[in-house]
């Protein structure tokens, strides 16, 4: 049987009902709002407001209700509430009690002695014993052991310091990180949303072709395509925004309803050279500060350990009474170590060797920091280049060649069709630039920011592992 | 009264026009001409403007002629054939016009096209034409780039007479080679013009000298013969007259020179390459900023029309008349072979003359018939244009957000093909201004510029009175008050409908 297509008039195909989620998510967006299609003709979307022959903006009311926040805002709040920052400072009280303890001189040791009980003396068979009586002893510390460990641990406490300044950086880069993120996944809803209206005018029109014989059922369908795909971008859109949103809340530590971010998106001062960003990453990097820092610690632990050898000196003394002498005596005794076989040697040596360790840590995280910096640098220095020359020449290019369009349309030499696909070009090339100036401001942070990020986790402690803290009593 | 300065003059003065008539009458010359409506009928209807001109005038005939108004049944003062098809005077053949053959050709008058000037130098007409690029009005404030010669597009037009010896300087303004051709010359051949065939190019900045006796007469035209340069606009009229003036005698004798473009949207410059055409003119000037052609009730015109399209032929109707087609460009046509017709296909760089007696007074679109040649460009009928509530000045008035699209579609949509009427054309306040500036247009329909388009232009049959009033006074003329005129005098005014004035 043949088919009926072209042998009768067949109404243009159906517009595609809205995805799930588009009413719910964003009731004042557009979508051809209470069309319920029947498979015969359109219901009409509201009709645009005049008021004195001028159209009245069509911005949500829900953005202008709503509050707005500013990066400002959100670093204050991240500042007083980001446990890690916190954690960070603790990690410093943690270190400069450990130096406390680290210094308290040894307690000296009572002693009660009974020597000889039931030794046969003249007169008593069976006496108290030789010596009765009660020592002191005390363990002089030699060597300024004492004064090294505390020196040792009021370093690492200044490490601590250093750490929790980089843990400050990380928690306010990510903080502006995720703002800029925010903020262009509000820009870019709203121009998903303008992209959305054109390609309702591409079905509209479409079906106008149709209508005159100008377009097939099968234009019509792929405007039907394109208008559910634009439905759905500003549906991911909308989601994304959201995800950003709740992930700048998360950094800052504190429980946020919804809101809007506002600010701008176009970096304000002058491009960063790479030279100029290593330099300051080399200058001024806390991790580095740390490193160095840790370098310090570690020369006062191979000088504490250096010491150790030194023999404390055991003094003892006291008295009693002696039932063989029948007379108070005294009692005395010094003892010490000698340093026969154990001088320290090994732990010294592996002291020196954390030493040279740490030297090559410094190293190593300049040239990781430099690894970094050619990557972050390059997507920051490429993004800005971008989004610069969309901003300069690109965006206003689409801008004119689409009211260029539009003017021959009002002079009828051109058809609309034509007038739609500049329109959506110069929405895409706006949404390209908001997308490259993300990338710019969230590499710039970086930047700028001692390529610090990573506010959540947890604040590292002074120490890597390969540290001497076997004993109890910190040395 | 030997120039119209003289006679617009005369006409402020008073009432000439009443007394001429009055003199017509008394010789009683116009017997059977078309009986004008009685003015005891003329009851002043409501809708129509005050009468205009001298409306007790009547057809007549200058006294100074031996013309009549009707040979073998046909009137040159109303519509009709005559009674015998082999009769010399069906459908006005061989009626003659008012002026005498004695008086010489009728002056060739091509509107919206300068002459080009000659001097004498020892009995040979000398011309010099340039050849360069030139910027051409094809609408009021749309100008575009072509070529042509010595600042014209078409170029001026070259008008000698049969047997004269011309000499043409071409001197050539064009950054690139150029090769002017005479097209249809039986002339030596050195001077043809043909692409190195015959001669080496005109380099630009030189000169070349053409020099030629002309034994032929008839419309002719120059060209260059760089294809791409004709398809640019190089081309101009080349008249040349009979020594001996034809039989009948003509009026009037208007050339329309027809030519098509390529000029895509937001651009000026014409795509010579191209295979497709979306500008028209007619003499340089796109519809309806085409000049009409006017002439006086009864006169007998010629009009020579000239195809220089690129590539596409046109049919060329004329409204309320059938004319004679009495030559095409390589001579004139015996009279035994002349054919009446409403409509003549005037295929690429052909010319064709068609004559007629103006016996029905009117203003009558002439035009090209292919649909997309009565247009000025083809584009689309989508978009806000055919929306309700939407205009393109929403989208202007702020391009960085586009207004959400209606997408009720409407009940004219329950109708496939809607809409086949070109919706919502604009024109600006400027460009109306210039359309009505020129007096060939005065007292014509308030929305004439919305129905001529593109290869399309008017010829305006006039009675005396009004013919002055349009053309030689300075007396203001309400616009349509020219065409209600006629309807009162020769038509049915209480079928009068106003035009809406919204496009003045």
Partial sequence: MASPIGRTYTSPPPVPTAPYGLDELDPSGPLFPDMRYDGSDFRAAPAPVYVDGEMISEASPVDAETHGYGLDDFLTLAAQNNPTIRQARLQISAQTAKALQAGLYPNPTLNYIGEQIGVDVEGDKDSPGEFQGMTMSQRFVTAGKLKLSREKYMRRAHVSEHLAMAQQFRVCNDVRIHFFKALAAREIVGLRKELLKTAEDGAVTARELYNQGQATRPDVRKSSIALQRARLDVLTAENHSREAFRRLVAITGVDLSEGVVSGDLMPQGEPISYQEAMSLVLTESPELAAARAKLAADRVTVRREQVEWVPDIVAEGGAGYNFDAKETVAAAGVSIQLPVFDRNQGTIRQAQLDYRRQQEEIRRTELMLGQQMANVYQQYLTALQIATEYDRVIIPEAELAYQELLESYKANRVDWPTVLDAQMEYFDSRLTRVQHLEQARTNEVLVRGYLLHGGLMAAPGPTPPGHIDAVAKPR | ?504
């Fill in chain 2, 1 to 504: 009264m030997t120039s119209p300065e003289d006679r617009r003059k005369f006409l402020k003065v008073g009432s000439i026009a009443a007394a001429t008539g009055f003199v017509g009458n008394l010789l009683g010359r116009n017997a059977n001409a078309q009986e004008p409506m009685k003015h005891s009928d003329m009851r002043h209807q409501d809708n129509m403007p005050q009468p205009i001109g001298n409306p007790a005038s009547r057809p007549e005939i200058p006294e100074s002629v031996e013309v009549a108004a009707e040979y073998d049944g046909f009137s040159r003062f109303k519509p009709s054939r005559g009674l015998d098809p082999d009769s010399d005077y069906y459908i006005g053949k061989l009626v003659p016009g008012f002026r005498k053959a004695s008086d010489g050709p009728a002056p060739f008058e091509a509107p919206d096209i300068p002459v080009l000037p000659y001097k004498m130098e020892g009995g040979v007409k000398v011309f010099e034409l340039v050849s360069m690029a030139v910027q051409q009005e094809f609408h009021p404030g749309v100008k575009m780039n072509v070529y042509g010669y010595n600042g014209s597009m078409p170029g001026p037009t070259i008008e000698v007479t049969q047997g004269d010896r011309v000499r043409i300087v071409v001197t050539n303004e064009l950054p690139e080679d150029t090769f002017v051709h005479w097209h249809g010359f039986e002339l030596p051949v050195q001077y043809d013009g043909a692409a190195t065939l015959t001669q080496n190019p005109i380099k630009p900045g030189k000169t070349k000298v053409f020099e030629f006796d002309i034994h032929e007469e008839g419309t002719f035209f120059y060209h260059s013969h760089v294809a791409m340069q004709e398809a640019f606009g190089q081309v101009g009229w080349f008249i040349v007259h009979p020594k001996k003036v034809f039989g009948p005698p003509v009026d009037r004798d208007f050339g329309l020179l027809f030519q098509n473009f390529h000029i895509p949207p937001t651009h000026t410059i014409s795509d010579s390459w191209a295979m497709d055409w979306n500008w028209h003119t007619i003499n340089g000037k796109s519809g309806p900023y085409t000049t009409p052609l006017v002439c006086k009730h009864g006169e007998r015109v010629r009009v020579r029309l000239l195809n220089f399209a690129p590539m596409q032929h046109h049919p060329i109707h004329l409204h309320g008349h059938t004319f004679w087609v009495t030559g095409h460009e390589g001579a004139r046509i015996p009279k035994s072979a002349w054919v009446p017709r409403n409509n003549e296909l005037v295929g690429v760089a052909q010319a064709s003359s068609f004559e007629f007696i103006a016996n029905n007074p009117g203003d009558w679109i002439f035009h090209c018939h292919m649909i997309h040649h009565m247009m000025n460009h083809m584009v689309k009928q989508v978009g806000p244009r055919i929306r309700d509530d939407a205009s393109v000045d929403q989208y202007l008035a702020n391009l960085s957000s586009r207004p959400q699209v209606d997408a009720s579609l409407g009940d004219k949509f329950a109708t496939p093909g809607y809409p086949q009427k070109m919706l919502g054309m604009e024109m600006s306040d400027d460009f109306m201004k210039a359309i009505w500036s020129r007096k060939e247009v005065r007292g014509m329909r308030a929305n004439y510029p919305m129905s001529v388009k593109g290869l399309m232009t008017v010829l305006r049959v006039l009675p005396d009175d009004l013919y002055e009033l349009v053309m030689n006074s300075d007396q203001p003329v309400e616009k349509g008050a020219v065409f209600a005129e006629i309807v009162r005098r020769f038509g049915d005014p209480s079928a009068y409908e106003p035009a809406p004035k919204m496009m003045m």
